[in-house]
């Protein structure tokens, strides 16, 4: 049985995920709760699910390969020099399958009478197919997930079919969320665990994710600025509408906390330390690491692949404690892609949205303590697109979008570890090796060659 058709029975509140009780993923649902599957037990479940794959290895592993951090022991060292190991993701692959049969079953479940569900089961589906796509490209979708109608073997849809389909996703989720109360005989409460049931949230989020992948075109004939500025009208319009992973201590660790407090095999950076302090007024290095003994900020090397080196601390905004809440789509990302297609349409006003940014960014890290207005001082004559792409890696620390924005723009200019396996930053995760040796139509691409919308 192929891994992207594998449907797993749901028992419990939620689904305990592939891969959930590994080494590296400590956040996960107890199974001890009645059986029952229900539409409140399926969007709870889809949305850890979610939240587990957007800050776990995946998200890890990116912010090495983007330099954000230095894997220094251990399974961390793999990625540091672009040993990408195929068996390295089949854990990461399977919960991102499970968790999209979660939301089919959701979907299938809410149907015409429960729009408000189905919308969410489609914009959690979004954001999956977005996060499988981004990091292996061309991927099992129009025939995954299909098993019961006698497909064991998907055939693997290119990127750009796959992106088409996560827009018109999002569409629809739109046009649910359109829909009043009275039109579901059910709606979304407690089961919420990220917006508790506000509708007006979602559809927020759900634009603000139309304008993410609508910027994945960049590179291609068919980039629409309009469309993207458009879609972030109606999307989120301050950091208090974050959609946000929420956490707890105990069974729900937010997973960066969960794997640096129980292994710490992952550093800061240099490359990223040393460009944060560029700037000594940039507050957010004080909530991104805590200093070393004396008193200083200061990352491993690249190249340096142990942890011998003296190396910043990691601080309160990711690994604070295991309820810390982790970013999944935000204010900050939404004006920065404002900025970067007002810059690509030559508007002037790409500066003051890349200000904007810029302080949603350091008020969001810094839980509104330091708002960034010190730093955020560009005008028309000094935005360009390396700008823009450089300011948003130093925001989205730890988050997997900013190695897409590298692959996508080539900003900001990192030097590739010397002492890499290869002598460039990988450009893709490997095919994982259950689905490359069960699924006679999986193709094994070098992780040299760009994603689609890469190239």
Same mark, same amino acid.
């Given at each position: 049985?192929?891994?992207?058709?594998?449907?797993?029975?749901?028992?419990?509140?939620?689904?305990?995920?592939?891969?959930?009780?590994?080494?590296?993923?400590?956040?996960?649902?107890?199974?001890?709760?009645?059986?029952?599957?229900?539409?409140?037990?399926? @969007?709870?479940?889809?949305?850890?699910?979610?939240?587990?794959?957007?800050?776990?290895?995946?998200?890890?592993?990116?912010?090495? @390969?983007?330099?954000?951090?230095?894997?220094?022991?251990?399974?961390?060292?793999?990625?540091?020099?672009?040993?990408?190991?195929?068996?390295?993701?089949?854990?990461?692959?399977?919960? @991102?399958?499970?968790?999209?049969?979660?939301?089919?079953?959701?979907?299938?479940?809410?149907?015409?009478?429960?729009?408000?569900?189905?919308?969410?089961?489609?914009?959690?589906?979004?954001?999956?197919?977005?996060?499988?796509?981004?990091?292996?490209?061309?991927?099992?979708?129009?025939?995954?997930?299909?098993?019961?109608?006698?497909?064991?073997?998907?055939?693997?849809?290119?990127?750009?079919?796959?992106?088409?389909?996560?827009?018109? *996703?999002?569409?629809?989720?739109?046009?649910?969320?359109?829909?009043?109360?009275?039109?579901?005989?059910?709606?979304?409460?407690?089961?919420?665990?990220?917006?508790?049931?506000?509708?007006?949230?979602?559809?927020?989020?759900?634009?603000?994710?139309?304008?993410?992948?609508?910027?994945?075109?960049?590179?291609?004939?068919?980039?629409?600025?309009?469309?993207?500025?458009?879609?972030?009208?109606?999307?989120?319009?301050?950091?208090?509408?974050?959609? *946000?992973?929420?956490?707890?201590?105990?069974?729900?660790?937010?997973?960066?906390?969960?794997?640096?407090?129980?292994?710490?095999?992952?550093?800061?950076?240099?490359?990223?330390?040393?460009?944060?302090?560029?700037?000594?007024?940039? @507050?957010?290095?004080?909530?991104?690491?805590?200093?070393?003994?004396?008193?200083?900020?200061?990352?491993?090397?690249?190249?340096?692949?142990?942890?011998?080196?003296?190396?910043?601390?990691?601080?309160?905004?990711?690994?604070?404690?295991?309820?810390?809440?982790?970013?999944?789509?935000?204010?900050?990302?939404?004006?920065?892609?404002?900025?970067?297609?007002?810059?690509?349409?030559?508007?002037?006003?790409?500066?003051?949205?890349?200000?904007?940014?810029?302080?949603?960014?350091?008020?969001?890290?810094?839980?509104?303590?330091?708002?960034?207005?010190?730093?955020?001082?560009?005008?028309?004559?000094?935005?360009?697109?390396?700008?823009?792409?450089?300011?948003?890696?130093?925001?989205?620390?730890?988050?997997?979008?900013?190695?897409?924005?590298?692959?996508?723009?080539?900003?900001?200019?990192?030097?590739?570890?010397?002492?890499?396996?290869?002598?460039?930053?990988?450009?893709?995760?490997?095919?994982?090796?259950?689905?490359?040796?069960?699924?006679?139509?999986?193709?094994?691409?070098?992780?040299?060659?760009?994603?689609?919308?890469?190239?």
């Amino acid at each position: 049985m192929k891994i992207s058709n594998k449907i797993m029975t749901i028992m419990a509140a939620a689904v305990v995920f592939m891969g959930s009780c590994k080494k590296t993923d400590d956040y996960f649902i107890s199974p001890n709760e009645p059986s029952e599957l229900t539409m409140p037990v399926l @969007l709870s479940s889809t949305e850890v699910g979610t939240m587990n794959t957007y800050e776990g290895e995946i998200a890890r592993t990116a912010s090495i @390969l983007v330099q954000q951090n230095v894997g220094a022991q251990f399974q961390s060292q793999d990625p540091q020099i672009y040993n990408l190991i195929e068996d390295q993701f089949n854990n990461q692959w399977g919960q @991102l399958y499970q968790t999209l049969e979660n939301a089919r079953q959701l979907e299938a479940l809410a149907g015409a009478t429960n729009p408000h569900y189905r919308g969410l089961s489609r914009v959690l589906s979004a954001m999956n197919w977005g996060l499988l796509t981004d990091m292996w490209g061309d991927i099992p979708y129009s025939e995954a997930l299909k098993i019961k109608e006698g497909i064991i073997s998907p055939k693997f849809d290119q990127q750009q079919v796959v992106l088409a389909g996560i827009i018109n *996703m999002l569409d629809m989720a739109i046009a649910d969320f359109a829909q009043p109360v009275s039109a579901n005989v059910k709606v979304p409460g407690g089961d919420d665990i990220i917006f508790g049931g506000d509708m007006s949230m979602w559809n927020k989020t759900a634009h603000t994710l139309k304008a993410r992948y609508l910027n994945r075109y960049s590179n291609k004939s068919t980039y629409d600025p309009t469309a993207i500025i458009a879609a972030l009208s109606n999307g989120i319009q301050s950091s208090s509408e974050n959609c *946000m992973a929420i956490h707890a201590d105990g069974n729900a660790l937010n997973q960066w906390f969960a794997f640096e407090n129980n292994r710490g095999y992952i550093v800061s950076s240099q490359t990223f330390v040393d460009s944060l302090l560029l700037r000594p007024q940039d @507050l957010r290095i004080e909530y991104y690491f805590s200093t070393n003994d004396s008193g200083k900020y200061v990352g491993s090397p690249i190249d340096v692949t142990n942890d011998d080196a003296t190396i910043s601390r990691w601080g309160t905004y990711l690994v604070g404690s295991g309820s810390a809440p982790f970013p999944l789509v935000t204010y900050s990302e939404a004006k920065f892609i404002e900025a970067e297609a007002l810059n690509r349409s030559g508007n002037p006003l790409a500066a003051d949205a890349l200000n904007d940014a810029i302080k949603a960014s350091c008020s969001e890290v810094s839980g509104g303590a330091y708002d960034g207005t010190d730093i955020a001082v560009y005008t028309p004559a000094t935005v360009d697109m390396s700008r823009i792409i450089y300011e948003k890696w130093l925001s989205l620390f730890g988050q997997p979008e900013a190695y897409t924005d590298y692959r996508r723009t080539g900003y900001p200019n990192l030097t590739p570890n010397p002492q890499g396996q290869i002598s460039e930053i990988p450009k893709r995760f490997p095919v994982p090796q259950d689905e490359r040796v069960n699924n006679p139509n999986a193709p094994s691409p070098a992780i040299t060659t760009p994603v689609w919308w890469a190239q």
